[in-house]
C-alpha cells in the first residue's frame, strides 16, 4: 500500500461577503373616505411602495385596464363613477424597482350610484 499525503490542510472558509438586503418591495392600496368621496363622485384610491430600488414603475389597473402609471413611489388615483359606473370594479397595482422585481397588491371596490325617492 502507498501512503497518503494531504496537499493542504483543512482551515476554516474565508467569509464570503454578503451582498447587503435590499428591504423586500411591498406595495399598499388604501380607499379615502366613503362620506367624502361619494359627495364627488368617486372612489379615492391612494398606492404606496416601500422597499426595493429605485426607479420604481407604478402600474394602476381597473378591471384588468391600465388606468394609470407612475415613477414614484406613491400616487393616488380618482376611480370616477361616471367613467366606470357603479358595481364592483377590481383595482390592482403593480411595482417594478430598477433590479426589475415587483409587487403588487389587489382590492374590490364597490361604487353604488345615489338613488333619490320619488314622491
Given amino acids: 500500500m502507498g501512503t497518503v499525503r494531504f496537499l493542504s490542510t483543512a482551515r476554516p472558509a474565508e467569509p464570503v461577503r454578503a451582498w447587503p438586503r435590499l428591504p423586500a418591495l411591498r406595495v399598499t392600496l388604501e380607499t ?23 426607479p420604481m414603475r407604478l402600474y394602476l389597473y381597473v378591471n384588468g385596464d391600465l388606468a394609470e402609471a407612475w415613477t414614484d413611489s406613491e400616487g393616488s388615483f380618482d376611480l370616477s363613477l361616471d ?15 430598477a433590479l426589475g422585481r415587483w409587487a403588487g397588491a389587489s382590492l374590490i371596490v364597490a361604487c353604488f350610484a345615489e338613488t333619490s325617492e320619488r314622491e
Fill in 83 to 97: 367613467e366606470y359606473g357603479p358595481g364592483r370594479h377590481a383595482v390592482t397595482a403593480r411595482a417594478v424597482d
Fill in 32 to 54: 379615502g373616505d366613503p362620506a367624502t368621496d361619494a359627495a364627488l363622485g368617486v372612489v379615492s384610491i391612494r398606492v404606496g411602495v416601500a422597499g426595493g430600488r429605485a
